[in-house]
């Protein structure tokens, strides 16, 4: 019989039952009576996310699993396909993946204003050098502003190459040892990126002036409340720059 079932439930599950942390695998491709064990990591975000729906059918989970580019990737809610999105983000190292285009992103939460509340299944491996063994080191399961941040040079860490922001970055949500914080709440985050929206030439004089406004108006018509967002100004003290151990040691030494 098919479970409805949360994000939250389908963590507990690999985490608990599956104990999904420190698995191992393989990937293979056999072509006639030729096999090869695959070595390269570019394939292994798309294989990991084609696993979790094999597993979910296999735990009769209810899903929907999207194999177009645009989000979600699985649908949770069969009945309501504006509930229960969850997105799948791989990476090995430190985050190397898009949380989404900007473009793309702040227009799409405008007119869904539910996929601010999108869950993000985060999935950290590594990939042996030698033998293609895939070892899951790590997963969390995060809303969008647990794994955003401020940068050094817009309110909202994102990619910019050649005086054009391409997609929002992830923060090194898990460490330490980074240069900002993540945010604390959604609202921070909207507010950061509004003011990122007002800042970028793009999007200065075409929707900053309005975009905020209609966010707010759709989120409040879809879910019945109101979403009051903060200026970046009034909350970007909340989220300073850590200090780096030199800079530190010099502070204590004033002292």
């Known amino acids: ?105 702040i227009n799409e939460i405008v007119e869904n204003p539910w996929k601010l509340h999108a869950k993000y299944l985060l999935i950290k491996y590594r990939m042996e050098e030698e033998g293609g063994l895939v070892v899951i080191e790590d997963f969390w399961l995060k809303n969008v502003w647990e794994i955003s941040c401020t940068s050094s040079n817009w309110p909202v860490k994102v990619q910019y190459r050649n005086k054009v922001i391409n997609n929002i970055r992830p923060a090194t949500w898990y460490s330490d040892n980074t240069d900002y914080p993540t945010f604390e709440c959604l609202e921070d985050f909207l507010a950061a990126l509004e003011q990122t929206i007002y800042d970028y030439h793009d999007t200065r004089s075409t929707i900053a002036e309005n975009w905020a406004k209609k966010l707010c108006a759709n989120y409040k018509k879809y879910y019945g409340k109101d979403l009051i967002l903060p200026r970046w100004m009034d909350v970007k003290h909340k989220y300073p720059k850590k200090l780096t151990k030199a800079e530190l040691k010099a502070l204590a030494k004033k002292e």
């Open 1 to 105: 019989m098919v479970q409805k079932v949360t994000a939250e439930e389908i963590f507990d599950a690999l985490r608990n039952e599956f104990t999904f942390v420190g698995t191992e695998g393989y990937i293979k491709f056999n072509l006639r009576d030729f096999d090869i064990v695959v070595e390269q990591n570019n394939v292994v975000g798309n294989i990991l996310e084609e696993w979790l729906a094999k597993w979910f059918t296999e735990k009769n989970f209810e899903n929907i699993h999207n194999h177009k580019q645009c989000s979600p990737d699985f649908w949770l809610d069969k009945d309501n396909l504006n509930e229960g999105w969850m997105e799948v983000k791989s990476f090995t190292g430190s985050p190397n993946f898009d949380i989404g285009a900007f473009r793309g992103y």
